[in-house]
């Protein structure tokens, strides 16, 4: 069974930035779509942002031009970049890698909190 963890979590001031990463226990399988979700307190999961093998990435209206998500489909690794971070970013965010509905992956979460 593949494992996907996430990594880069943490503690970052309001306007500040900080860098999710997210990476497969293996990468001998191909996905078509990768993305970061969030889930924040009280709140359903929410896509954040997402990307495809097209190059083709797609945002929350409430991070567009804030975060920034980059991937290689060769290794299935993706990063989030979340730049001017505001206290309503702060989440449980997760990592999915997305082929089909019998192969789609998701990591444990990690957390990232917005405080002064």
């Known amino acids: 069974q593949v494992q996907v963890t996430e990594s880069g979590g943490g503690l970052v001031q309001p306007g500040g930035s900080l860098g999710l990463s997210c990476a497969p226990s293996?990468?001998?399988?191909?996905?078509?779509?990768m993305g970061w979700y969030r889930q924040r307190p009280g709140k359903l999961r929410e896509l954040v942002a997402s990307?495809?093998?097209?190059?083709?990435?797609d945002y929350a209206d409430s991070v567009k031009g804030r975060f920034a998500i980059s991937g290689d489909f060769r290794k299935n690794t993706v990063s989030l970049q979340m730049n001017s971070v505001k206290p309503e970013d702060t989440a449980v965010y997760y990592c999915?890698?997305?082929?089909?509905?019998?192969?789609?992956?998701w990591g444990q979460g990690t957390q990232v909190t917005v405080s002064p």
């Open positions: 990307i495809t093998t097209h190059g083709v990435t």
């Open positions: 293996e990468s001998d399988f191909s996905v078509y779509f």
């Open positions: 999915r890698l997305f082929r089909d509905h019998a192969r789609d992956y």
